[in-house]
T-cell receptor
Framework: DARVTQTPRHKVTEMGQEVTMRCQPI?????VFWYRQTMMQGLELLAY????????DSGMPKDRFSAEMPDATLATLKIQPSEPRDSAVYFC?????????????FGQGTRLTVV | QKEVEQNSGPLSVPEGAIASLNCTYS??????FFWYRQYSGKSPELIMS????GDKEDGRFTAQLNKASQYVSLLIRDSQPSDSATYLC????????????FGQGTRLTINP
């Protein structure tokens, strides 16, 4: 069945290391979101793309985070260098924009721990 | 003022009763509103979308929208223990570009 696929599901890394998270959106969807979820902040929008073009990345710390869509089937979120405060669950969601509305469907998330 | 606000709860409701979840939003121009359910350790799951003022029913769930009051609610009738989860309200907000913003979520517990 159609679903958003995220890899890896879990990642433990040391402070200062580069982390890359990948997302395969649902086939045919033209919108991809990256969210970060923590107990304190809830779900925060980091960036999103429509038709592979970045529309908004104002929620992302630009000095260490970057998001790209090299093609329609792959979105990536990179953190370099990683810090302990980046520990969170990172969700990718995809949707199809139609008549101004976009319903977003979430992947299973990447649980990141930076030690 | 937060863009999307929810009472964080926890909200405790007896089995079989009606659970009422509320959400307010700040952008008067918002046109799309969503309710997601998130079980502990899982990802958010879309359960309802609403775009017009009034009520929208889907099984035991009813979403209510009042754009004049900038208020969205979700009613769960005949609550079941399996409805125990965190419920997230999401709103499409225009800030340069349209983005989907979530509230903090309300944790709901249904007591058998």
């Amino acid at each position: 069945d159609a679903r958003v696929t995220q890899t890896p599901r879990h990642k433990v890394t040391e402070m200062g290391q580069e982390v890359t998270m990948r997302c395969q959106p649902i086939l045919g969807h033209n919108t991809v979101f990256w969210y970060r979820q923590t107990m304190m902040q809830g779900l925060e929008l980091l960036a999103y793309f429509r038709n592979r073009a970045p529309l908004d990345d104002s929620g992302m710390p630009k000095d260490r985070f970057s998001a790209e869509m090299p093609d329609a089937t792959l979105a990536t979120l990179k953190i370099q260098p990683s810090e302990p405060r980046d520990s969170a669950v990172y969700f990718c969601a995809s949707g199809l924009k139609w008549t101004g509305n976009t319903e977003a469907f979430f992947g299973q998330g990447t649980r990141l721990t930076v030690v | 003022q937060k863009e999307v606000e929810q009472n964080s709860g926890p909200l405790s409701v007896p089995e079989g009763a009606i659970a009422s979840l509320n959400c307010t939003y700040s952008d008067r121009g918002s046109q799309s509103f969503f309710w997601y359910r998130q079980y502990s350790g899982k990802s958010p799951e879309l359960i309802m979308s609403i775009y017009s003022n009034g009520d929208k029913e889907d099984g035991r769930f009813t979403a209510q929208l009042n754009k004049a009051s900038q208020y969205v609610s979700l009613l769960i009738r005949d609550s079941q223990p399996s409805d125990s989860a965190t419920y997230l309200c999401a709103v499409n907000i225009f800030q340069g570009a349209q983005k989907l913003v979530f509230g903090q979520g309300t944790r709901l517990t249904i007591n058998p």
